[in-house]
């Protein structure tokens, strides 16, 4: 079945530095991938739209020019926390939209980043 | 008031029984409604999808939603040990932007 790879699936940052997160589809190819965060004990909250080609739709409340998010091709996005704070720490999760008309799985989850900042 | 609302248990149940969670929406947009179980520091398995209302059947799970009620529930039949998760409910207009709840944790005991 079509997979979602996310890389790293842990990083640890100093404050004040930028991360780099990686969302790819390995069988299928997603013009539009999605970018949640999850702090503990709480769901997921989508943070943007990616599309692929262009630029990507932020939710409210979410710092464009912090969270900086790139689709350059069908297989890729990228999520770049930049000027990390404490507060940026939480479980980053991308999904991505497979093949619409098939039964069970059509949207595809990664398994998820965890960035500590300290 | 929350777009979706979702108990967030512990739900404690002994092994073999069956097993209901639920959520309740309040936008009568939402077209796609999607279960998905979450283990700990790992991302979301989707394991159920219905669109509009009526009953979906996969093995021991059974996903119904009553659009009527705005009420979406989930049943687990001969509950297992390893079906100890939170498990999410989540759900779109258009099958773009999911809107999830909190999620509710079962653990399902020996």
């Known amino acids: ?117 300290v | 008031q929350k777009e979706v609302e979702q108990d967030p248990g512990p739900l404690s149940v002994p092994e073999g029984a069956i097993v209901s969670l639920n959520c309740t929406y309040s936008n009568s947009a939402f077209q796609y409604f999607m279960w998905y179980r979450q283990y700990s520091r790992k991302g979301p398995e989707l394991l159920m999808y219905t669109y509009s209302s009526g009953n979906k059947e996969d093995g021991r799970f059974t996903a119904q939603v009553d659009k009527s009620s705005k009420y979406i529930s989930l049943f687990i039949r001969d509950s297992q040990p390893s079906d100890s998760a939170t498990y999410l409910c989540a759900m779109s207009v258009g099958f773009q932007k999911l809107v999830f709840g909190t999620g509710t944790r079962l653990l399902v005991s020996p």
Request: glycine share 6%; charged share 15%.
């Open chain 1, 1 to 117: 079945g079509a997979v979602v790879s996310q890389h790293p699936s842990w990083v640890i940052c100093k404050s004040g530095t930028s991360v780099k997160i990686e969302c790819r589809s390995l069988d299928f190819q997603a013009t539009t991938m999605f970018w949640y965060r999850q702090f503990p004990k709480q769901s997921l909250m989508l943070m943007a739209t990616s599309n692929e080609g262009s630029k990507a739709t932020y939710e409210q409340g979410v710092e464009k020019d912090k969270f900086l998010i790139n689709h350059a091709s069908l297989t890729l996005s990228t999520l770049t926390v930049t000027s990390a704070h404490p507060e940026d720490s939480s479980f980053y999760i991308c999904s991505a939209n497979g093949d619409i008309t098939s039964s069970g799985n059509t949207i595809y989850f990664g398994e998820g980043s965890w960035l500590t900042v």
